[in-house]
């Protein structure tokens, strides 16, 4: 007849032991793989840039130095689409769910007009400085191909004309008072129908003058104008314009349009 044998005290003991051991270092592990989880979304964050909300706030802050009543607008918004919602709700006896729906009809109004508050604010912070003109072109997006560098400079005067091609052709964007920059602007203005004929040539003077195109609707009047190229046609015309290989002056001391281009975030709102 067998008896059963108990294990030893002191084997018992290891394993417990070992158990222990083990299930500390699974613990180890664990807050290992945590903190390599939180440093790897931290690093994700900032390679992403900040959030939406962060920009949101960015732009406000900028834009409300320049307009203090931004905030009195957004509201005007926002309530504008809530009462629209509301009378629509009423007039269908079903007011409850259309004022639902008109909450983020009026958040998007609100950041629409936060949007172009910003873009006017980002616009003013550029007004009388060297490549203003630049930067506002810079935001012109896709059709348009502008140069960073102005076409023509007045070394003495900063006077200087950039030159966008788009759809409605090429056009000669200037900076300075009218009558010191028209020396500039004839000159450019010949070479570009002598080097492109057939190909449409237009003057916008930018500047608060009369006669003159305000910053803030630089692109904006340009984008109006009437197409007269294809897209086909805007790349043959931008790369005869490279091959010319004029000679340029150089961009004088203190314009430097890398320098005062907007931020686009800030300017869009978002």
Known sequence: MTKNSQPPASSSGSTSATLKEVKAM???????EKEQAKAQRRDKRATKGPGVISQLKQAYAMTKAHDPKVGLWMLLAFLGALVVGLVIGL?????????????????LAAVVI????????GFAQLEGRPG???AALSTLGRGWIVSEQPAAVNPK?????????????VVLVTEGPSPRVAALVVKEEKAMRRFLPGVPVTVVESGNGQGQVPLHELPGTLKGMKKALTAQEVQAVDKRLTALNTNRLPIPKGVDPNKVRPSRRAMRGR
Do not use: C, H
């Open 26 to 32: 699974q613990r180890e592990r664990r807050l290992r």
């Open 91 to 107: 007039l269908l006896d079903n007011w409850i769910t259309w004022l639902l729906i008109a909450i983020p009809f009026g958040v």
């Open 114 to 121: 936060l949007n172009r508050k910003a873009r006017r604010a």
């Open 132 to 134: 203003a003109a630049g």
């Open 157 to 169: 005067t900063q006077d200087l004309v950039y030159r966008a091609v788009g759809r409605p052709g």
